[in-house]
């Protein structure tokens, strides 16, 4: 059982090392919703590698953190709107997840319909955002 906590730690030092990396490319915003002067947290787009990989973290505030991490605690709603602007953005995992979040509420929102319909996702990054999470 140790060699598990002691893992998980070693894990999440690592994680943790990327945060000013993460910072720096985010410009202490949310990378998802683009709010500042919140309190953000590392997360990793799922699924999750078994070495944590800066390329796949994003920095998030933690409403988004939580809505995006558990299916159940998504809602769908007007404050997404800002998602049909990050499923442009640069960062690869942020579109990546940005475009999973817009298809979770396609089904009850006509903007984010819209939005998906305006995209062309190569094949890469469908591959990206249809992966077994």
Known sequence: M?????G???KLAHLNSF???LARRSKSKCELCEAGGEKL???VVPPEPKLPDIDRCLLLC???RDQAAEVKRFKAGEQWRVLARTAWSPVLMAQVLAVRLLRRQ???QAW???ALDLLYLD???EALVTEEV
């Open 41 to 43: 947290v590392i997360f």
């Open 106 to 108: 396609a089904a009850s």
């Open 123 to 125: 094949d890469e990054i």
């Open 8 to 10: 998980h730690e070693a």
């Open 2 to 6: 140790a060699k598990g906590r002691e």
């Open 62 to 64: 933690e409403s988004c």
């Open 19 to 21: 945060g000013r990396e």
């Open 112 to 114: 984010a319909r819209e």
